[in-house]
């Protein structure tokens, strides 16, 4: 679901925060070392099942700053969203017990003003660093080519609702492939790489993924000499 078309919804009127501080496997710059990261994304992971478990529960984004991961959802019960956490707490020990915060936001501005502007910036910066390489090695960006996308989800269930979305937005699925716990789909589509398609894109393709519990991993470009 790609909630920047949607938002606000009139039935989701609370935000709910998760955040996971990692002090000790903290950069300078605020984000986590390379070798914690899978550690923080597993963990993420249970908070995000344990909240959608409650009916009517979205989780519509993630933010990583100044040392802590934040799980961004919207709801419209909030007894039940804090009982859900209150329940994973119970199953946790005393250092991996999630901060939570509920707003009322029924106009999503923690969505609108914050957390999607942020991953706009962040996608951008990514997509800038890849554009500069092709650009580099003489590819031309104002020619439609085939670009190749990696998304990766925790169930086949969730993996096949998505697989559904690509195919309705004229993706052609390339392979699905499991590796332990993840389901990956690899797709592709004629687009041109230029940055402000790229940046509609990779966008839309990071929200439509973490709606289903997913990742979207990247992009790119064979280059043929």
Same mark, same amino acid.
């Given at each position: 679901? #790609?909630?920047?078309?949607?938002?606000?919804?009139?039935?989701?009127?609370?935000?709910?925060?998760?955040?996971?501080?990692?002090?000790?496997?903290?950069?300078? %710059?605020?984000?986590?070392?390379?070798?914690? &990261?899978?550690?923080?994304?597993?963990?993420?992971? $249970?908070?995000?099942?344990?909240?959608? $478990?409650?009916?009517g529960?979205?989780?519509?984004? &993630?933010?990583?700053?100044?040392?802590?991961? *934040?799980?961004?959802?919207?709801?419209?019960?909030?007894? #039940?969203?804090?009982?859900?956490?209150?329940?994973f707490?119970?199953? #946790?020990?005393?250092?991996?017990?999630?901060?939570? #915060?509920?707003?009322?936001?029924?106009?999503?501005?923690?969505?609108?003003n914050f957390?999607?502007? %942020?991953n706009?910036?962040?996608?951008?910066?990514?997509?800038?660093?890849?554009?500069?390489?092709?650009?580099?090695?003489?590819?031309?960006?104002?020619?439609?080519?085939?670009?190749? &996308?990696?998304?990766?989800?925790?169930? $086949?269930?969730?993996?096949?609702?998505?697989?559904?979305?690509?195919i309705?937005?004229?993706?052609?699925?390339?392979?699905? &492939?499991?590796?332990?716990? %993840?389901?990956?789909?690899?797709?592709? *589509?004629?687009?041109?790489?230029?940055?402000?398609?790229?940046?509609?894109?990779?966008?839309?393709?990071?929200?439509?993924? $973490?709606?289903?519990?997913?990742?979207?991993?990247?992009?790119?470009?064979?280059?043929?000499?």
């Amino acid at each position: 679901m #790609q909630w920047y078309d949607l938002a606000p919804v009139k039935d989701l009127p609370y935000a709910m925060i998760t955040s996971i501080p990692y002090p000790a496997a903290c950069r300078q %710059d605020g984000f986590p070392e390379t070798s914690f &990261h899978l550690i923080l994304d597993e963990y993420s992971e $249970e908070i995000v099942a344990a909240v959608r $478990e409650v009916p009517g529960t979205e989780i519509v984004g &993630h933010f990583l700053h100044n040392c802590e991961k *934040r799980d961004y959802f919207y709801g419209s019960d909030t007894s #039940q969203m804090k009982m859900a956490i209150a329940e994973f707490n119970s199953k #946790q020990d005393i250092f991996r017990k999630p901060g939570v #915060q509920v707003i009322r936001d029924p106009e999503w501005k923690i969505y609108l003003n914050f957390l999607y502007p %942020d991953n706009y910036i962040r996608e951008s910066m990514v997509n800038k660093r890849v554009i500069d390489e092709l650009a580099n090695s003489g590819t031309n960006l104002k020619k439609a080519m085939k670009i190749t &996308h990696l998304s990766r989800f925790d169930n $086949e269930k969730r993996r096949e609702q998505f697989r559904i979305f690509l195919i309705e937005q004229g993706f052609r699925i390339e392979s699905v &492939h499991r590796k332990s716990d %993840d389901f990956f789909i690899t797709f592709s *589509r004629k687009d041109t790489p230029n940055l402000k398609t790229m940046n509609e894109i990779t966008v839309r393709l990071t929200f439509e993924s $973490e709606s289903r519990g997913g990742e979207y991993k990247g992009w790119s470009v064979e280059i043929n000499d």
